[in-house]
């Protein structure tokens, strides 16, 4: 009798799996900290060679608007990530200093200067006003308010961004660790974990009250998975022992699978008292007499 044909790529065998397992890049998002914000160093790059054929006091002027630029195109690098930082979250805080404001003021005094040393003052000014502007609206300015703050207790929301730091810390150097053996696998594993990990991150500082249950997974947790996989890039590089690669693969698998455990319990503890509170309120509407 005949039999159908099916492998993993049939589409009969498709529907067979229950979902679909996550990638590396599900959820993320081109970053904008790219090509633009680089091209500011090397834009400023042609004052420094045309500072060292002027007279003394046009080589001093040229010198210090590349500082100013240089000075810009980094504040401006790191406010672009520290944007990107406060989109991916639903609840942050603004900014503690505002670097692309900072940057675009910057770009303007030095162009300002390029424009004094080259030129004369009017046109100091015009180079000043139009390189402040022309910055601001192609980076944009930083956020200038809270989100989804509203009614948060804010000691508890600064244990909890502590708390995410230090686990931002532990993930950092593991990658870097891990980037020392060369292992792509390994690598790619890790970025699952970190996304999985991430995750947590996020209902942890959506809801503080969740930083008690949660703590020892961003604390120790990570702390230990830090430390294992240190060990095993040491070894690794040392012997390239295939049974410690496995045994590390394995630690990474349980630790998604616990985290995972643990964020799915926070999001039922939160639905929980969403539905205490809705209850609380419609009893009291209905003591009023209100449908």
Do not use: C
């Not at 900014?95 to 080259?118: D, E, N």
């Not at 070894?235 to 630690?251: E, K």
């Amino acid at each position: 009798m005949a039999q159908r044909y099916g492998s993993k790529y049939s589409p009969s065998s498709a529907t067979k799996d229950t979902a679909p397992k996550a990638r590396p890049f599900d959820g993320k998002k081109p970053s904008r900290v790219g090509a633009r914000s680089n091209l500011l160093f090397y834009a400023a790059l042609p004052l420094a060679w045309k500072a060292f054929g002027a007279q003394p006091v046009v080589m001093a002027q040229y010198l210090v608007a590349l500082g100013l630029l240089l000075g810009a195109a980094w504040l401006t690098r790191e406010g672009l990530k520290a944007h990107e930082a406060y989109d991916a979250r639903k609840v942050a805080r603004r900014p503690a200093l505002p670097r692309k404001i900072f940057g675009s003021v910057l770009t303007g005094l030095g162009l300002g200067m390029v424009g004094l040393a080259g030129w004369g003052v009017i046109e100091a000014g015009i180079f000043a006003i139009l390189g402040t502007a022309l910055h601001s609206f192609s980076f944009g300015i930083d956020p200038l308010r809270h989100k989804g703050m509203e009614g948060v207790d804010t000691f508890q929301q600064d244990r909890v961004a502590k708390a995410v730091n230090e686990a931002e810390k532990h993930l950092q150097s593991m990658r870097e660790a891990l980037a020392r053996t060369g292992d792509r696998e390994a690598q790619s594993r890790l970025e699952q974990f970190t996304k999985t990990a991430r995750t947590m991150f996020r209902t942890v500082e959506e809801d503080p009250r969740d930083l008690t249950s949660a703590r020892k997974y961003l604390g120790v947790y990570l702390l230990g998975a830090r430390d294992a996989t240190v060990k095993f890039a040491d070894i690794w590089a040392n012997s390239r022992n295939t049974d410690a690669r496995r045994s590390y693969l394995s630690l990474l698998d349980d630790l998604e699978s616990n985290f995972t455990a643990r964020n799915e319990a926070l999001l039922l503890d939160n639905k929980i008292d969403l539905d205490i509170e809705i209850d609380v309120l419609r009893d009291r509407l209905a003591r009023e007499g209100i449908k």
